[in-house]
């Protein structure tokens, strides 16, 4: 099954700036999207078709593209940004798959 | 304000059957993809499957296929995750999810449902 592969962790001191990878084969024929999701809350959209930004985001919120590979960034890290992020990516028949996910712990 | 709103905390034996839903409004539900995600305890988000409320088309995540049922009642903007026989790896927390409606991520979430299988 496909599969997308994210660091466990990362960490990152306040201020500084995170970026965070996602592996997958189907990529450079797929968008990605990124989810936030802190602990007793629903997923949070954070980055869309690899690079857009929902509305309300903040902008240290950014993506990028390469290849087979996808990476989430967040500039200025804020003590709020620590949560588990997703990347997820899906085909035109309507499959989805989720990445491992990252946990970001801020110090 | 638009939002997806999940039934209630269930608790279950093994072998007993379970439908919960996720209740969305109007045109913003009824026209989009609805997704179900899973959260086990300590683990990652799995997609599970997706459902069209319009037409009730539902595609599954092959490692979901046969065990679970995604339906949708597009009259009362309600989409369902439905088992017949719960197991105890079953226990996890539910989400449900509005695809966006011209690329595939997921921007409106369901405050999520526990669901716990214990004897």
């Known amino acids: 099954s496909y599969e997308l592969t994210q660091p466990p962790s990362v960490s990152v001191s306040p201020g500084q700036t995170a970026s965070i990878s996602c592996s997958g084969d189907?990529?450079?024929?797929?968008?990605a999207y990124w989810y936030q999701h802190k602990p007793g809350q629903a997923p949070v959209l954070v980055i869309y078709?690899?690079?857009e930004r929902p509305s309300g985001i903040p902008e240290r919120f950014s993506g990028s593209h390469s290849g087979t590979t996808v990476t989430l960034t967040i500039s200025g890290v804020q003590a709020e940004d620590e949560a588990d992020y997703y990347c997820q990516s899906a085909d035109s028949s309507e499959t989805y798959v989720f990445g491992t996910g990252t946990k970001v712990t801020v110090l | 304000e638009v939002q997806l709103v999940q039934s209630g905390a269930e608790v279950k034996k093994p072998g007993e059957s379970l439908k919960i839903s996720c209740k969305g409004a109007g045109n913003s539900f009824t026209n989009y993809w609805i997704g179900w995600v899973r959260q086990m305890p300590g683990k990652g988000l799995e997609w599970m499957g997706v459902i069209y409320p319009g037409d009730s088309d539902a595609r599954y995540n092959p490692s979901f296929q046969g065990q679970v049922t995604i339906s949708a009642d597009k009259s009362i903007t309600t989409a369902y995750l439905q088992w017949r026989s719960l197991k105890a790896s079953d226990t996890a927390m539910y989400y449900c999810?509005?695809?966006?409606?011209?690329?595939?991520?997921?921007?409106?979430w369901g405050q999520g449902t526990m669901v716990t299988v214990s004897s």
């Open positions: 078709k690899d690079s």
């Open positions: 999810a509005r695809r966006l409606y011209v690329s595939h991520g997921f921007d409106m």
């Open positions: 189907a990529l450079p024929k797929q968008y």
